[in-house]
């Protein structure tokens, strides 16, 4: 079986969709899998899908939801529902666990690549690190969760799958640059721009990236557009650490070694 949760949450099982077309039975399995082998109580799935005010049939109707998980899963695997039970979606005190070897979800699958690909790094080992992390990113098929209406505990499981992303997709970049692919890392590097306007690593990561490829006045700008989206929307000003950067780019001869550290050695 595969239960996917880097994007909408898609279960399969030998080609055939799982995924349930009932909203809240839809919702009770994403914060299952989304916490898969750890114990979901009874409570935190009554107050995610009816928002901390559960009517007084709402055990029941999430007793009627489980038991459909239980009977779509063995449908599709050939099992009988008190096996599904025992083995897969147990009940376990006041809650529930869906039991998930690693290589049954996207979610370890990922993990693992990175954790992997962090280890390269370490050793300088960064052209195999960006094929490990290009792999990775490769899994994601959209906002986690997009098909479920999300409540304040997949909200939070949503964000950390957001995060979890960006942190690939800065390493991916920061692995590119050490590889000299640096019209790669302005390309990627400009989309996160454009989905973090005020994250500003991903913007020295531009600058690096466009410094390094012979295109200063452009890494000149991506400065200067992030400083006065930042001082006229949240009254601050850039970090000390991006504004050095700049600084250093102004420069007629600029500091190499700065530059060479923070990835952003030029072509010549």
């Given at each position: 079986?595969?239960?996917?949760?880097?994007?909408?949450?898609?279960?399969?099982?030998?080609?055939?969709?799982?995924?349930?077309?009932?909203?809240?039975?839809?919702?009770?399995?994403?914060?299952?899998?989304?916490?898969?082998?750890?114990?979901?109580?009874?409570?935190?799935?009554?107050?995610?899908?009816?928002?901390?005010?559960?009517?007084?049939?709402?055990?029941?109707?999430?007793?009627?939801?489980?038991?459909?998980?239980?009977?779509?899963?063995?449908?599709?695997?050939?099992?009988?529902?008190?096996?599904?039970?025992?083995?897969?979606?147990?009940?376990?005190?006041?809650?529930?666990?869906?039991?998930?070897?690693?290589?049954?979800?996207?979610?370890?699958?990922?993990?693992?690549?990175?954790?992997?690909?962090?280890?390269?790094?370490?050793?300088?080992?960064?052209?195999?690190?960006?094929e490990v992390l290009g792999r990775a990113l490769a899994m994601w098929r959209g906002a986690p969760f997009a098909n479920v209406r999300?409540?304040?505990?997949?909200?939070?499981?949503?964000?950390?799958?957001?995060?979890?992303?960006?942190?690939?997709?800065?390493?991916?970049?920061?692995?590119?640059?050490?590889?000299?692919?640096?019209?790669?890392?302005?390309?990627?590097?400009?989309?996160?721009?454009?989905?973090?306007?005020?994250?500003?690593?991903?913007?020295?990561?531009?600058?690096?990236?466009?410094?390094?490829?012979?295109?200063?006045?452009?890494?000149?700008?991506?400065?200067?557009?992030?400083?006065?989206?930042?001082?006229?929307?949240?009254?601050?000003?850039?970090?000390?650490?991006?504004?050095?950067?700049?600084?250093v780019m102004l420069q007629d001869a600029p500091d190499q070694r700065y530059l060479a550290a923070a990835g952003a050695g030029t072509?010549?």
């Amino acid at each position: 079986m595969e239960f996917r949760v880097l994007g909408p949450i898609d279960v399969r099982a030998q080609g055939r969709d799982l995924t349930p077309s009932a909203p809240k039975q839809r919702q009770v399995l994403a914060l299952l899998v989304a916490q898969a082998n750890h114990r979901v109580s009874v409570p935190a799935l009554l107050n995610e899908v009816w928002d901390c005010e559960p009517p007084r049939t709402a055990t029941t109707a999430l007793q009627t939801y489980i038991g459909a998980i239980r009977k779509a899963l063995a449908a599709a695997t050939g099992a009988r529902a008190g096996d599904i039970a025992a083995r897969r979606l147990v009940t376990d005190g006041n809650g529930y666990v869906l039991r998930l070897a690693e290589d049954e979800c996207d979610r370890p699958r990922f993990e693992r690549l990175v954790l992997e690909a962090r280890g390269l790094m370490e050793r300088r080992e960064a052209h195999t690190a960006t094929e490990v992390l290009g792999r990775a990113l490769a899994m994601w098929r959209g906002a986690p969760f997009a098909n479920v209406r999300q409540g304040s505990r997949l909200t939070a499981q949503a964000r950390v799958l957001h995060e979890t992303h960006l942190a690939a997709s800065e390493a991916r970049i920061d692995a590119l640059l050490l590889c000299r692919r640096f019209p790669e890392a302005v390309a990627e590097a400009v989309a996160l721009v454009g989905d973090h306007p005020y994250h500003e690593n991903v913007h020295a990561q531009l600058m690096r990236a466009l410094y390094a490829s012979g295109r200063r006045a452009a890494a000149l700008d991506v400065y200067q557009s992030l400083r006065r989206r930042m001082t006229d929307d949240l009254g601050i000003p850039p970090s000390p650490s991006t504004t050095t950067l700049h600084h250093v780019m102004l420069q007629d001869a600029p500091d190499q070694r700065y530059l060479a550290a923070a990835g952003a050695g030029t072509l010549l």
